[in-house]
């Protein structure tokens, strides 16, 4: 995962402000996953969950707030395939949040001994929801880049 984060990172970045931020957020977003589900180590403390669940949920929300609404713009602005893209698109990472913001509260608080026992299990499935988000997300990018062609290729 952390390898296609970096080719996507270096195909978009410098298009745009926010969403350099965007994907850099993302990248140390999956390091700092990667460093708690690491299976050779004891169980993280609560500071590290909390603090990652505080990066979780910045994460989802800069997507909502500073991308998807950028992206839905413009595809509302957009006929045909890419209205229908995002009309795809959109309800699948609304589903994906739910469950990113599911992890969160379970374990931004202080969570106890039996909570703790589902962690790997919960860990793991949020890996699964980090991939399907990373790949709906660079779909509504890549759309994105073809609706601005689109839009530059237009006569004024």
């Not at 745009?16 to 169980?43: E, G, P």
């Not at 469950?99 to 039996?114: G, M, P, S, T, V």
């Not at 890996?127 to 237009?154: H, T």
Request: charged residues 30%; aromatic residues 8%; proline residues 2%.
């Amino acid at each position: 995962m952390l390898r296609k984060i970096e080719k996507t990172k270096e195909q978009w970045s410098g298009k745009h402000q926010a969403l350099d931020s965007f994907l850099n957020a993302r990248q140390s977003l999956l390091v700092d996953y990667i460093h708690l589900s690491d299976k050779h180590k004891t169980l993280p403390s609560q500071e590290e969950l909390q603090e990652f669940c505080g990066q979780l949920v910045d994460y989802v929300s800069a997507g909502h707030f500073e991308i998807y609404d950028y992206v839905l713009a413009a595809y509302e602005a957009a006929q045909g395939d890419a209205r229908l893209m995002a009309e795809r698109i959109y309800p699948s990472i609304k589903e994906n949040t739910e469950e990113a913001l599911y992890f969160h509260d379970k374990y931004a608080e202080a969570a106890d001994e039996e909570t703790l026992l589902e962690l790997d299990q919960d860990l793991n499935r949020l890996g699964e929801v980090l991939e399907e988000r990373f790949e709906l997300e660079d779909k509504m990018v890549s759309a994105l880049n073809l609706l601005a062609r689109l839009d530059n290729q237009q006569p004024a």
